[in-house]
Nanobody
Framework: QVQVVESGGGLVQSGGSLRLSCAAS????????MAWYRQAPGKQRELVAQ???????NYVDSVKGRFTISRDGAKNTVYLQMNSLKPDDTAVYYC???????????????WGQGTQVTVSS
């Protein structure tokens, strides 16, 4: 089985910083792209940042210049450094990992349980 577990959420004041972590573990052959999504109350889940296995990244426009995604391939872990946080960043943040459990199968998407980020004004 595969597990994806996030950590690092919390309450922070506007302008502050938080670092989210997400680790994939279990029966893993390889991890392809990893990403962070978020969902605010009453809104659809949106892609915040993604990083490929080769290290290429992309970000939603609203976080460019403030958030940085990175990964440790040896640990199957992805991070999201969030700086200059705004109240609009308040949401549940979810980790997504595209994981192959054998070399003969396509990668499937695995999700973490989510971690709450609250930014007060």
């Amino acid at each position: 089985q595969v597990q994806v577990v996030e950590s690092g959420g919390g309450l922070v004041q506007s302008g502050g910083s938080l670092r989210l972590s997400c680790a994939a573990s279990g029966n893993i052959f390889s991890v392809n792209a990893m990403a962070w999504y978020r969902q605010a109350p009453g809104k659809q889940r949106e892609l915040v940042a993604q990083i490929t296995s080769s290290g290429s990244t992309n970000y939603v426009d609203s976080v460019k210049g403030r958030f940085t995604i990175s990964r440790d391939g040896a640990k199957n872990t992805v991070y999201l450094q969030m700086n200059s946080l705004k109240p609009d960043d308040t949401a549940v943040y979810y980790c997504n990992a595209m994981i192959k459990i054998t070399m003969f199968r396509n990668a499937n998407a695995y999700w973490g349980q989510g971690t709450q980020v609250t930014v007060s004004s």
